[in-house]
């Protein structure tokens, strides 16, 4: 497994930025017993590897999924790349007041990662997962570029993004989020085209729809929250695999289903592995 983090000047973000990338080579055991007869077509180094692009929570960068999870590993066992790189508390918006978050998530990074690295240009093989504000982020940029993301995977995430402004407003819950830098009006995101029951029923119309996956544990302070936007989001005739099961907002629960989400994208089912 190839792991190479990158420092490059963003044109979109107009600063230096950090990009961890992964990409599969033959493991160890491969080389211990295949000897030389390594099935190299495994390895799609001249077509391009399927690719997952990662989304960190609040509070947390581009390095948090391969320090808190086993993803290089799930990544090696499903021959997938997988990027990772940090959009702050930003909730991958472009900015009123800040960075052009989603278009350097559509546009440019999908440009840069496909020009530099084995990682297929085609649609089909483009997936976006996230945990938390990043499960929002990648339900948001998938629904936001259907013609990018061809599935999104939210993991406890904070998908009813009015009601989280709205908690935070009446001081129910102390999210670390400018507000007002992130929106125009946060008042105003409800039916806008930072909602995701607005930009579902957009991509339905247009007749392109991303793949959703949704989980959430059931000891999770936004576990009411996922299963409220998974009964809107069916209501709009949404197709969405949905899991629960214990646990909380932490990493254990994270890690799990980050397997699950895997085997749904690459296995159509989160209960069967890649053989």
């Known amino acids: 497994m190839a792991n190479i983090t990158c420092n490059y000047y963003s044109p979109t973000l107009k600063h230096n930025t950090t990009v961890n990338v992964v990409i599969p080579t033959p493991s160890s055991n491969e080389q211990i017993t295949s000897v030389n007869n390594i099935s190299h077509s495994r390895y799609p180094y001249d077509t391009g590897f399927p690719v997952v692009y990662l989304l960190h929570g609040a ?7 391969g320090r808190y999870s086993n ?36 546009e440019e990074l ?20 996230g945990l938390s504000m990043g499960g929002y982020g990648a339900w948001y940029l998938a629904l936001s570029a259907p013609h990018v993301y061809a599935k999104a995977a939210s993991l406890s995430g904070a998908l009813d ?3 989280a402004y709205q908690t ?45 996956y949704q989980a959430c544990g059931r000891n999770d302070f936004l576990y009411a929250s996922n299963l409220d936007v998974n009964r809107r989001m069916r209501a709009l005739h949404a197709e969405i695999v949905y899991e629960e099961g214990p646990g909380g907002h932490t990493w254990d629960f994270w890690d799990t289903y980050i397997q699950r989400a895997l085997n749904w994208m690459f296995c159509g089912s989160p209960d069967e592995k890649k053989k």
């Open 59 to 65: 509070y947390g960068d581009f390095s948090s999924w």
């Open 71 to 106: 993803v290089e590993r799930y990544a090696q066992e499903h021959l997938c790349a997988v990027v990772a790189a940090s959009a702050g508390n930003s909730f991958f918006q472009n900015m009123h007041h800040g960075y052009a978050y989603r278009t350097f998530f559509t």
């Open 110 to 129: 999908p440009a840069y990662i496909t020009n530099l690295f084995p990682v297929s240009k085609k649609r089909e093989d483009t997936f976006i997962a």
């Open 161 to 163: 993004l009015a009601l």
């Open 168 to 212: 935070t407003k009446s001081g129910i819950v102390d999210y670390a989020f400018e507000w007002n830098d992130i929106f125009e009006n946060p008042d105003a995101i409800s039916g806008s085209d930072s909602d995701l029951f607005t930009l579902y029923s957009r991509c339905r119309k247009n007749g392109l729809v991303p793949d959703l």
